[in-house]
């Protein structure tokens, strides 16, 4: 119930009873039920019965969805920096995969390593 004093409520009144034509005890009544938050049974009711009597707007297609083909870009500088250090280690450590300019992985003394090339976004200055 809204915080509302008796001067207000009985203002309320007196402008539903001019306006309704209706008794005083009337008026003020319905101002106290406005204000009010329970509700009539007759309310849940027909709370109830509207809830119920909603559709649901669930929509489904029947059409599959086409994927977006991505399309990868390759970052050619540090494919580069891959190279270098693969070439560079080829004559000691026996390489078993490349993943495309990403990370190597190889074997050195029976120990199997990977190496992985990040490129770290630049720090935001404020």
Not at 45 to 73: F, G, I
Request: charged share 35%.
């Amino acid at each position: 119930m809204p915080m509302m004093n008796k001067a207000e409520i009985e203002r309320l009144a007196q402008q539903n009873m001019r306006l309704l034509k209706i008794p005083y005890e009337e008026a003020y009544q319905l101002v106290l039920d406005d204000l009010s938050d329970e509700m009539l049974p007759e309310q849940k009711e027909l709370t109830e019965k509207a809830k119920q009597n909603l559709p649901r707007h669930y929509e489904t297609s029947t059409k599959e969805r086409k994927k977006a083909e991505k399309v990868r870009k390759v970052d050619t500088v540090k494919k580069g920096l891959l190279d270098l250090v693969l070439d560079a280690l080829q004559d000691t450590v026996k390489i078993t995969n490349i993943l495309n300019e990403l990370a190597a992985d190889f074997e050195y003394s029976g120990e199997s390593y990977t190496i992985k090339i990040t490129r770290h976004r630049p720090k935001k200055t404020k």
